[in-house]
């Protein structure tokens, strides 16, 4: 399963854990993890510089929404998913269309969702 050979991402993931096993399944699909940042001020800073193709964001961040970081992401026009366990109920207004794709979730439905952000 190496669809997304060669592409770049960032993972933006509080829990240690889950964010290991993101980065697990980006592998396994060819990514190349450039950056894996677990607070949101991290987030922020790396969002400006990395050179990433995708941005693979959780939405709650140690009690901190993320949405800063995917604003950075969208001025720079790189895509991004958002990963949460709440569903489109917890995405404002300005992201709702936003590919999400919801925890827990498998590896077959990571890839449809930043195939939806990609494909934009």
Known sequence: MR?????????????????????????????????????????????????ADLGVLDVNLAGEPSFSV???LRERQIPFIFSTGYGLSGLPDEFADQPLVGKPFSTSELQQTIEAALSR
């Open 70 to 72: 995917a604003e950075i």
């Open 3 to 51: 669809r997304f050979s060669g592409l770049k991402v960032l993972v933006v993931e509080d829990e240690g854990m889950v964010a290991l096993m993101i980065e697990d399944m980006l592998h396994d699909l060819g990514f190349k993890v450039v950056a894996s940042v677990s607070r949101l001020a991290d987030a922020r800073a790396v969002a400006a510089e990395v050179e």
